[in-house]
């Protein structure tokens, strides 16, 4: 019932909304709808998708054998809506490697048009957010351009309250107190939003950056998930609807060495709108130039395309390729 692809070590699973009504799932007939409804039926989905099989689940792995859920097609022609499920049940407003890896299972689906298509990814925070899916070739790997469209930066960008000023690289940023607390090399955050919320720690030196595993140990995980998640789950600060955390350090020109730690996830391997996320921010502190951006997560490298014109930042885009998984 439920495929599941790899994106730069992100898993999703795949399934189509009949395929949830079949195995019972109280799901209603409209992507909207269900956007509207998902206490009703998110846990139940990620329950009967994501869950591990009664004994098959590895050592040291995470709970879930996926970052997520992926319901859709609701049509057979673009556009084509899709519902992001964590594996906490909320919905998300836009995942990178989630939706390449959407665009991938609609190509093997055959549905896919030649010219790519406008995923609608719908959510409870609002309208549907649109990302335009174009399949394209890099470095002779085929994928897919994900037109992000223009990032905002700042805490108001993101919703964060009660959060300072500072100098980073003579440019704005923010000082997060919940972050500063745990590390004082975390004292330099550029927000960013890029139709989901980013909070990027600007280090200066690569050595400062956590590891995954570190992020996923107590107590440094549950201090993590207070700053990252809503409430309840989280606290809500300094963002009350949460927000993804990112570490991010200049390598060399053009490349950024980063880190994950996702609302409603925890510790990722990689995620295209944080990379994203880091791309945007490290241009606006003047790390990096327009052009091709590539962000190198435990996961995998991100190209990230950046569009400028007199001194702003029209337009991010993101390439991605996904496999199916045996």
């Not at 269900?34 to 792995?61: D, T, V």
């Not at 859920?69 to 809506?81: K, M, V, Y």
């Not at 300094?238 to 200049?250: D, E, F, I, S, T």
């Not at 945007?280 to 395309?305: F, I, K, Q, S, Y």
């Amino acid at each position: 019932m439920t495929s599941f692809y790899d994106a730069r070590g992100n898993i999703y699973g795949v399934v189509s909304p009949q395929a949830l009504r079949a195995a019972g799932l109280a799901l209603p007939a409209s992507a909207v709808d269900c956007a509207a409804s998902p206490q009703h039926w998110s846990e139940a989905a990620i329950a009967r998708c994501c869950h591990w099989p009664e004994g098959q689940r590895p050592a040291n792995s995470k709970p879930h054998r996926s970052d997520g859920l992926l319901i859709g097609p609701f049509q057979t022609s673009a556009p084509f809506d899709v519902l992001i499920v964590n594996t906490d049940g909320s919905l998300a407003e836009r995942s990178g490697n989630g939706l390449t890896i959407f665009s991938q299972a609609l190509t093997e689906q055959g549905i896919m048009p030649e010219q790519g298509a406008v995923l609608r990814v719908h959510h409870a925070k609002g309208e549907a957010l649109e990302t335009s899916v174009k399949p394209a070739e890099v470095e002779g790997v085929r994928g897919f351009w994900l037109d992000l469209g223009q990032p905002k930066f700042g805490p108001e960008a993101v919703g964060a309250q009660a959060v300072e000023s500072v100098q980073f690289n003579n440019r704005d940023v923010s000082h997060v107190q919940p972050l500063a607390q745990l590390d004082p090399d975390w004292s330099h955050s550029q927000f960013v939003r890029i139709g989901n919320p980013h909070c990027v720690t600007l280090l200066s030196d690569p050595a400062m950056l956590p590891s995954n595993e570190q992020m996923g140990e107590s107590p440094l995980n549950e201090r993590l998930t207070a700053i990252a998640y809503a409430m309840p789950t989280g606290a809500g600060h300094p963002c009350p609807a949460g927000v993804n955390l990112q570490w991010a350090a200049l390598a060399s020109p053009q490349q950024i060495l980063a880190r994950v730690f996702e609302r409603g996830e925890g510790p990722t391997a990689s995620s295209g709108t944080s990379a994203s996320g880091v791309a945007c921010a490290a241009w606006r502190v003047g790390w990096v130039e327009a052009g091709e951006v590539r962000v190198v997560m435990p996961g995998g490298t991100a190209p990230v395309l950046l569009e400028v014109s007199e001194g702003e930042l029209l337009r991010v885009k993101l390439f991605g390729t996904a496999r199916l998984m045996d």
